[in-house]
């Protein structure tokens, strides 16, 4: 028979290696582990306070009767933070903006949209460009920019 001390070792050696692999930790012994992992958190803590403070001061700075929309782009460890902004919703821009990332090469692994009265995305976008031509999140803005521009100039032609 099993001890139950024996299981509940077994038990936290598999929880200790899969936080060891969410968190994307390479240390070997259990204190590391937690350490890495407690950093990893502060991370993401970090990552939703930008992009909760983002949201709040993009809206609370914009002028609703401000149609242009602003294009910001970041770069991740593996990828882009994009957000869109625009004072007044027309119908097709996210698609538009979607068939952007497509056509970078850019997979949509996160997103929060809204498309009521105004547009907001925020999406993060990951690469599978491997080949070493990294794109920059200054072209990657570029495009999307550009995209809206020329998908608002023919819808308003």
Not at 37 to 46: E, M
Not at 137 to 147: D, G, L, M, R
Request: contains cysteine; proline residues 1%; negative net charge.
């Amino acid at each position: 028979m099993v001890s139950r001390e024996h299981k509940r070792g077994s038990s936290l050696r598999e929880k200790i290696h899969l936080l060891r692999s969410i968190t994307n930790s390479h240390a070997e012994s259990e204190t590391s582990i937690i350490m890495d992992a407690s950093k990893y958190i502060k991370k993401l803590k970090q990552k939703v306070e930008k992009i909760n403070n983002g949201t709040s001061s993009e809206q609370s700075f914009r002028d609703p009767s401000d149609s242009n929309p602003t294009v910001t782009v970041e770069t991740l460890e593996k990828g882009f933070m994009i957000e869109v902004m625009s004072g007044k919703n027309e119908a097709g821009m996210l698609v538009c903006v979607l068939e952007t990332f497509e056509d970078l090469g850019l997979d949509v692994v996160e997103a929060r949209v809204s498309c009521t009265d105004t547009f907001s995305l925020h999406a993060i976008g990951s690469s599978d460009n491997d080949d070493g031509d990294r794109m920059d999140a200054e072209a990657v803005k570029q495009a999307v920019a550009e995209a809206i521009r020329t998908w608002s100039d023919s819808h308003h032609a």
